[in-house]
């Protein structure tokens, strides 16, 4: 029992580490801009997903997408494939946000909430069916197409205000706080039902090498396992989980008080629960240490200097007049006056700032006029 408390305190300590490291990163993202923090686009494995098409038809990555998000993505698949949704369960920031509240709101309760089955069962295709809307759109747009209504977007520009947030992700925000609210009752709210990225894992993870067993004859039927496990699953009535819905956080062999009842196996093979978390924050980055390393890791725009070539389609509003006036190979005080913009705006003002200066300016224009 020491070791399963050891066991569940590394997971929510590595849960933390992730959710506070995306958050900071965000805000950092505000704070400095893209060039020097990243946005929390690039950090999410489905920005990538939304980006394929454009990567594999047209070579290049739609907006906010880098080679370092393609990589998590990759990663993650990985993952999906060896040790089920590892990610959901184990490193996953917007799971570990769901899962605080879910702490709070037992304490709130002293109690965790139960979807009725015949909600929660049709509920559960509503994922499948964002994931399809959401790529086709993102495919046929070559952009991120949710990003107005996309909750995990919306927390990670809370940073910037809620004027910003009311004019940049109105309903993207409010599905924010329908998701933590609904969190603060039912167990991963948003990957039960709402998650796009999950149901791609959840598809994958029914071929997966890792499987969990129940020894009928050594269970003492507790149901303890059942009631642990965060996405509902009746593991005590199984005698092998197989469910796409499982996300191998270990919860269910944590709570379970006999020994040898509940197994993992990866490839036929038992692994205990603190092996199998190791061996998957191992893969993980590693993975990204080895891609960071050998420079194919990036998950920031590369810096503009005098070879660097771009169109007016490819300015972003992070970059700043200095740049513009590098890649474009135009002297400053021209560029003012093509912008139509005061020359006491300083030069190292990132172009969405302008609108501070100037209000109504847009990034949009910029492009407009250096067509």
């Known amino acids: ?73 990759m990663l993650t698949l990985i993952l999906a494939i060896v040790f089920r949704r590892s990610f959901c369960g184990l490193i996953c920031p917007f799971g570990a946000l769901q899962e605080f509240f879910g702490v709070l709101g037992k304490k709130l309760f002293k109690k965790r909430f139960v979807m009725n089955k ?5 509920l559960r295709y509503l994922k499948y069916i964002i994931l399809v809307v959401t790529l086709y759109y993102a495919w046929i747009t070559a952009g991120l197409w949710v990003n107005p ?55 994958i993870s029914k071929f997966s090498l890792t499987k969990i067993t129940r020894d009928k004859d050594r269970c003492i039927n507790c149901n303890l396992c059942s009631k642990n496990c965060p996405v509902n699953i009746n593991v005590s009535e199984l005698s092998e989980i197989n469910s796409s819905e499982c996300i191998n956080c270990n919860l269910c062999m944590i709570a379970c008080p006999s020994d040898k009842v509940l197994d993992i196996k990866t490839a036929g093979k038992s692994v205990k629960p603190l092996t199998n978390i190791i061996l998957v924050i191992s893969i ?6 080895i891609t960071k390393a050998t420079g194919l890791y990036e998950v920031t ?36 006056e093509r912008l139509q913009i005061p020359a006491s705006i300083p030069k190292d003002t990132p172009l969405k700032e302008i609108k501070n200066f100037i209000p109504g300016f847009e990034v949009e224009t910029v492009r407009e006029l250096l067509r």
């Open 284 to 289: 993980f980055l590693g993975g990204i240490m």
């Open 1 to 73: 029992m020491k070791n399963n408390r050891l066991i569940k305190s590394v997971r929510y300590i590595l849960l933390s580490i992730f959710l506070i490291f995306v958050t900071v990163e965000a805000y950092l993202h505000q704070v400095l801009g893209g060039r020097k923090s990243p946005s929390i686009h690039a950090l999410c494995p489905y920005g990538e997903l939304e980006s394929m098409y454009s990567l594999v038809f047209n070579g290049t990555f739609i907006q906010k997408i880098f080679s370092g998000t393609f990589i998590l993505l």
């Open 301 to 336: 725009p590369p810096k503009i200097t005098a070879s660097t070539r771009i169109t007016a389609d490819e300015i972003k509003g992070y970059m700043t007049l200095e740049e513009i006036s590098v890649a474009f190979k135009i002297e400053l005080n021209e560029l003012y």
């Open 118 to 122: 015949n909600i929660d069962k049709p």
């Open 149 to 203: 209504y996309d909750p995990w977007a919306a927390y990670g520009h809370i940073s910037s205000g809620f004027s910003s947030l009311k004019e940049e992700y109105p309903i993207g925000f409010m599905i924010l706080i329908l998701i933590l609210i609904g969190s603060l009752l039912y167990d991963r709210f948003f990957c039960k039902y709402l998650c796009p990225i999950g149901a791609l894992y959840g598809i």
